[in-house]
């Protein structure tokens, strides 16, 4: 539940920011499979500042997606102040600023994660970024890591700079910098965060399936978790936790059938975005999660990468969800026309 008017969560299932892939398409499936909050992938402050037509086209907002955020990074003060009031002239439900991203070429120029390595100017920055954006009136948050590495652990400190400047929550990536994106988070960071802060702290890394999310809710006391990679190509994620939460059990039974209608209406949606030809190659990075699960679709998927036409890539996927079924049909009747063996 999130409640935007005090800025409480509880239990709030949120998708991350993800480059090239939480684009409006893929914002829109998840929000309807149950995420509650959706965010823009991040968009590079300088970038927007200079007129980027490709970043601003990243940031817009539908309002069937709300709740949902734009994140910025940038490690100039200028630009950084200057993309709040670019991003708020698009209303989002929240700003969040970007203060995880581990890539080289972001966090060794003091952006993203290398905010980290100086809580005092993180804090800085953010006082001003949440001062900007109070103007239009909308809040901040900040999506960070636990630390640079095993040997800078700031979480805690960070977390009372922040909170002590007026952002409103806190995204927590329980890995360290060092640690990229592999590597097991450390959610136990999570309660000593809690205890540091009052804002809500919402959990991030780690989370692939429902059960996974089900665990974080009963050992951490986070106020919401965020899905990442869990969630690529996997939107109904959002709807068996929420079952796993409500009833104890996943009641949806998901055939191949109904997962390639989703593939193929997102597929649709993404092509509405970005034109056939680039719509349908760049929609590969979706299909490990869109197949997972299902006998023999390596092949498949091999076959899939190589098309770049919707109609091929419908007719594929039709194909194979009926040869799929005719061989569950015939694998039932073989096993009720077969002897009992006595
Ligand atoms: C393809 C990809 C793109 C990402 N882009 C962003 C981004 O734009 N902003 C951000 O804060 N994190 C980004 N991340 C990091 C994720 O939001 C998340 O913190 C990380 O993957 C850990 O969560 P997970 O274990 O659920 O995947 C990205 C991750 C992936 C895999």
Redesign the pocket.
Known sequence: MIDLKTFRFHKALLL??????TDISYRLICKEMGAEMVYT??VNSDGLVRGSKRGMSKILLSDEERPAGI?LYGNNHESMLASTDIACQLKPDVLDV?A??WVKKVSTRGAGAGLLKDPCFMQKMVAGVVRQAAQHKVPVSV?TRIGWDADFMPIVEVAQRLESVGVKAITV?CRTRAQG?SGE?DWTWIEKVKRAVSIPIIL????LSAHDALRAFDTTPADGIM????AIGRPWIFREITELLNFGSIRIKLTFEKQVAIALRHLQAHIALKGENFGVRSFRKYYSGYLKGFPNVAKLRLSLMSLSKYHEVESMLENFASQLQQDVTASLQDTQAAPLAL
């Open positions: 991350a920011p993800m480059e090239d892939v992938e991040f994140q970007n995880g991203c999506k990536h994106h988070p991030n890394g780690g989370i899905i990442a990679r869990g």
